[in-house]
């Protein structure tokens, strides 16, 4: 199983970033899929959730109204798309993916233990 995680990198406050992620060895349509973060010194923080089908969308509160989580199951491909981005978004991004049921899926998006595999990580720096 693979999760390689793309489209981090430097930008100024009020920038857009779109991260990717391409998913292998696994059948990627029973995955909900998750983004989360970490900054140094913090822990890792949920960001956005999908549910397999795309039905269930989840957003922290920091990042609502401002980020999009959403799939492509022909690319076996998750994307976040982040704008106006702030220096508080700072942080190594993470995919995640999770087999779940939309049920299972509704209590547990948010914590890190609950998903099964991650991917390495991409760096997202925004100046001020």
């Known amino acids: 199983v693979q999760l390689v995680e793309s489209g981090g990198g430097l930008v100024q406050a009020g920038g857009s970033l779109r991260l990717s992620c391409v998913v292998s060895g696994l059948p990627f349509t029973n995955y909900a899929m998750g983004w989360f973060r970490q900054a140094p010194g913090k822990e890792r923080e949920f960001v956005a959730a999908?549910?397999?089908?795309?039905?269930?969308?989840y957003y922290a509160d920091s990042v609502k109204g401002r980020f999009t989580i959403s799939r492509d199951h022909a690319k076996n491909t998750v994307f976040l798309q982040m704008n106006s981005l702030k220096p508080e978004d700072t942080a190594v991004y993470y995919c995640?993916?999770?087999?779940?049921?939309?049920?299972?899926?509704?209590?547990?998006?948010?914590?890190?233990?609950?998903?099964?595999?991650w991917g390495q990580g991409t760096q997202v720096t925004v100046s001020s």
């Open positions: 999908i549910s397999w089908n795309g039905g269930q969308i």
């Open positions: 995640a993916a999770e087999f779940a049921t939309p049920a299972e899926f509704t209590g547990r998006y948010s914590y890190p233990n609950e998903y099964d595999y």
